[in-house]
C-alpha cells in the first residue's frame, strides 16, 4: 500500500540524506531572491502568486514578486520512479494516490508523462474512471473514450448529420405541406384515387342505366370530364383525352392551377356529356333531370322539341348531343367552352358563352360547326367551311375588313335564337382578344367580375379592363 504521508516521507528522505545510493545525489532546486540570497530544497507547491519550498529546516512560502528565478531540479521524476516501482499496479485506489501526487502543481509541469503512465495503468483496471481519462486527454463519446480531437471530429459529424437529417426532414415536411397544396387544388384526394373512384361510379351508372332505362351505355370518366352513351370506349377515351387537354390549357391561360377542376356544380367535379340516339332524348333529359340538375319545364320542353343539342344552363355541368352527325368532337369542345366559361363566370349571357364555346372549337377542333342558334335561321353560312378555314373566321376576317361588326352593346341582351353569324363572329372576336395578351392576364378577373355584376358586361368591362363597350369594339377590329 502506498501513500501520500509515505511518497513524503521519500522526500523527506530524499532531502535528509547528503548521498543516496538508491537515488544518486539529486541536486536541489534553488529560488533566487531578488535581494541576492538563495534558497534550496525542494519546491513542493507553487500558483501565480507564491512558491512554497521545502528545505531542510522545513517549509517556507516565497511570495511571487520577491523571487527573480528559479533553478529546477528533476528530482520528481527519480521520485516518482521509485514509487512507481513500489507501488501495486493492480491498486487502483494507490495508484490513483499516485497520480494525485503526479498532479500536484508543484511537480506537475514536469512529470506529464509519468502522470499518463499511471493513468493508462488505471483505466486498465478502470475504464470509465474519470479523472485518469482526462490526464490521457480523453473524452467519453457514447460510450467509448477518444481523444478530444476525434471527439470534436465526431461531434462535427454528428452536427453535420444531424444538419443534415433536420434539411430532410424540412424537405419532408414542405413537400408534404406543397402535395397537400396541391391536392387542395383538386379536392383534397390524389387523381389516381379520384380516377379509380370515378371508375367505380361509371360502372354504377353503366348498370343503372341499362338496369333502369334499358339503355346499354359506355361511361367513362377522366378526372374532369364524364363521356356516355353509344360509345365505344376508345371513342370515349378520345375525347376524356381531349377533354382534360382542353380544361388543362384553358386554365393555364386564365392562370388557374392547370389540374384544377372549374366544374363545381356537378356530381364529382365533373362535366358530364350524354352521346345518345335521337330516340332516347326524352329517356335521357329526365334522368339528367333529377340526376344532374333540375330542368325548368319550358327548356325540357324546347330540348325534346328541338331533338338534341347542348344543355348548358351554366349550373348543372351536364349536356347531351345527338350521336352520329358526324360533329361529336365539335360538339364536344364547344360544349366544354360552354360548361368552362359559365363555371367560373355564372350567367354570362347568351352572346358571350357562345363565343366562348365558339372560340373552344376553333382552338382545339378547327372548326366550330355546331351553334346553339337555330342556324337555318339566322346564321346557316357559318357552319360551312372545314378545319382549315373554319368559316366563322373568314367571316370575322371579311366583316372585320369592311367594319361591319356589329357594336358589342347590340349583343349584351340578345337571345341566343337571335344572334346572326355577325353576331357570332363578333362572338367569338371578344372572346379571341380577352384571350390573348395582354387582356388574358385579367379574364379570370373579368369571368368573376361578371359573375359578381351579375352578366352586366359594361360594368365589369369597365371595372376589370376600364374600358367602355365602344373601346372594346375599337379593339375587336385591330385584333
Ligand atoms: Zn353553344
Known amino acids: 500500500m502506498f501513500s501520500i504521508p509515505l511518497a513524503a516521507r521519500i522526500l523527506a528522505l530524499f532531502l535528509l540524506l547528503s548521498s543516496s545510493s538508491l537515488f544518486g545525489m539529486p541536486e536541489p532546486d534553488v529560488i533566487h531572491l531578488k535581494e541576492g540570497a538563495k534558497v534550496e530544497g525542494r519546491i513542493l507547491r507553487e500558483n501565480e502568486k507564491e512558491v512554497v519550498i521545502l528545505t531542510s529546516t522545513g517549509e517556507i512560502t516565497f511570495a511571487r514578486e520577491r523571487i527573480r528565478k528559479i533553478d529546477r531540479c528533476p528530482w520528481a521524476v527519480d521520485v516518482f520512479e521509485k514509487m512507481w516501482s513500489q507501488v501495486d499496479r493492480k491498486d487502483e485506489k494507490a495508484l490513483l494516490e499516485l497520480l494525485d501526487w503526479c498532479l500536484d502543481p508543484a511537480r506537475a509541469p514536469q512529470l506529464r508523462a509519468q502522470a499518463r503512465k499511471v493513468a493508462r495503468r488505471i483505466v486498465r483496471l478502470d475504464r470509465d474512471n474519470e479523472k485518469a481519462r482526462k490526464v490521457l486527454g480523453q473524452v467519453k463519446y457514447k460510450n467509448r473514450w477518444v481523444s478530444k480531437r476525434v471527439y470534436r ?17 424540412e424537405a419532408e415536411r414542405k413537400a408534404r405541406q406543397e402535395e397537400k397544396a396541391r391536392l387542395a387544388l383538386i379536392g383534397g384526394v390524389p387523381i389516381s384515387k379520384q380516377v379509380e373512384e370515378n371508375a367505380k361510379v361509371d360502372r354504377a351508372e353503366e348498370e343503372l342505366l341499362r338496369s333502369k332505362l334499358g339503355l346499354d351505355y359506355t361511361v367513362r370518366s377522366s378526372r374532369r370530364i364524364s363521356v356516355k352513351g353509344v360509345l365505344d370506349p376508345e371513342q370515349a377515351a378520345i375525347f376524356l383525352k381531349l377533354g382534360e387537354r382542353i380544361c388543362g390549357t384553358l386554365n393555364k391561360d386564365l392562370g388557374l392551377p392547370v389540374a384544377s377542376s372549374p366544374f363545381r356544380n356537378a356530381k364529382y367535379h365533373r362535366l358530364h356529356l350524354f352521346f345518345i340516339r335521337k330516340d332516347q332524348i326524352e329517356k335521357v333529359l329526365h334522368y ?94 357559318v357552319t360551312e367551311g372545314d378545319k382549315k378555314s373554319a368559316a366563322l373566321v373568314v367571316a370575322f376576317r371579311e366583316l372585320q375588313k369592311m367594319k361591319r361588326l356589329p357594336p358589342v352593346r347590340a349583343l349584351f341582351r340578345k337571345h341566343m335564337n337571335r344572334l346572326d353569324e355577325k353576331d357570332l ?55
Open 153 to 169: 471530429e465526431l461531434k462535427e459529424k454528428e452536427k453535420a448529420l444531424a444538419a443534415e437529417e433536420a434539411a430532410q426532414a
Open 288 to 381: 339528367i333531370d333529377g340526376t344532374y340538375t333540375r330542368y325548368t319545364p319550358d327548356f325540357m320542353k324546347f330540348s325534346i322539341r328541338r331533338g338534341g343539342g347542348v344543355a348548358s344552363d351554366g349550373d348543372g355541368c351536364v349536356g347531351f348531343q345527338i350521336q352520329g352527325d358526324g360533329n361529336d368532337e365539335d360538339v364536344f369542345c364547344h360544349y366544354l367552352g360552354h360548361a368552362y366559361v359559365e363555371s367560373l363566370g355564372g350567367n354570362v349571357g347568351h352572346w358571350f358563352t357562345e363565343g366562348f364555346a365558339l372560340y373552344c372549337s376553333i382552338r382545339f377542333h378547327g372548326n366550330a360547326v355546331h351553334l346553339c342558334t337555330t342556324r337555318s335561321r339566322y346564321a346557316q353560312n
Open 425 to 479: 363572329a363578333k362572338c367569338w372576336g371578344v372572346v379571341k382578344l380577352f384571350m390573348s395578351a395582354p387582356y388574358r392576364a385579367k379574364f379570370l378577373k373579368y369571368l368573376q367580375a361578371l359573375r359578381y355584376a351579375g352578366g352586366k358586361h359594361e360594368k365589369a368591362l369597365q371595372t376589370v379592363y376600364n374600358l367602355t363597350p365602344e373601346q372594346l369594339d375599337d379593339l375587336v377590329y385591330k385584333l
